[in-house]
């Protein structure tokens, strides 16, 4: 058994192939060091900063599922924060915060489709709306009419040349297609927005919900600083009670 990820000596510790104590503490983020171990390669710039805006956007939505879970656990249990944390990380689903897998996943059909990009949005629309299927990555019950980070994210991404960006041109197009077939307009969402720049980023769709849950770890631990001062769980336990 072997792994390429770490390894040690007596006196060294590393990660991949870098020497921890010499090339990546105080000389690399914690975004660039994980882009470099997830991944394998150095990022550059521009997955740099699409990955860093990625995991503020995800990193906090108010009382989401995840958090009441976590928060719900850690009334149970206040000695154990890892154990309220991995309650609400394993509420990042197909439902809340991990979607953009499912977008992403539509996005590498269109590019793969040889009917074109207008005419494979059309056919998968078109399905999803006979179907009754939700479109991943469209609409949103908070932000209407259109999600405010969405936008944000497509400029931080366009305005590096290492980005590609066909699968937000892809995405654009797709939403144009949603709002025609159903008859109103169906934001972007984040998840959605977020799938685009990740592919561009040259971020796997097997891969994306794992930044949803690093991302999302940070917030849990925001929720449980702030249940510690001023706890909600039992409140929300006496509310179902009642």
Not at 15 to 25: A, F, M, P, S, T
Request: a negative charge; charged letters at 20%; glycine letters at 8%.
């Amino acid at each position: 058994m072997e792994t390429k990820l770490s390894t040690h000596s007596l006196d060294a510790l590393f990660l991949r192939d870098k020497n921890l104590v010499d090339d990546v503490i105080g000389k690399m983020s914690f975004t660039d060091a994980m882009f470099y171990h997830i991944v394998g390669t150095l990022p550059t710039c521009g997955q740099t900063a699409v990955l860093d805006a990625v995991l503020v956007t995800l990193m906090e939505h108010g009382l989401t599922p995840s958090a009441i879970s976590a928060r719900l656990t850690f009334l149970s249990a206040p000695e154990a924060m890892q154990s309220a944390i991995a309650a609400g990380l394993l509420n990042v689903g197909s439902q809340f915060i991990g979607t953009m897998e499912n977008t992403a996943t539509i996005l590498a059909r269109i590019h793969a489709d040889p009917a074109g990009v207008e005419a494979s949005c059309q056919q998968i629309v078109q399905q999803h709306k006979d179907t009754g299927k939700h479109m991943p990555g469209f609409g949103h019950h908070l932000h209407r009419p259109d999600d405010p980070r969405s936008p944000k994210l497509f400029a931080i991404a366009a305005a590096f040349d290492d980005i590609d960006q066909r699968p937000i041109s892809t995405i654009k197009t797709l939403g144009s297609v949603v709002d025609e077939i159903y008859g109103k307009h169906l934001t972007i969402n984040a998840t959605g927005a977020i799938a685009a720049v990740l592919m561009g980023a040259g971020i796997p769709a097997r891969i994306m919900r794992g930044f949803a849950v690093i991302s999302r770890a940070a917030g849990l631990v925001a929720h449980l600083m702030e249940e510690q001062e001023t706890p909600t769980g039992r409140a929300i336990w006496d509310m179902v009670d009642n």
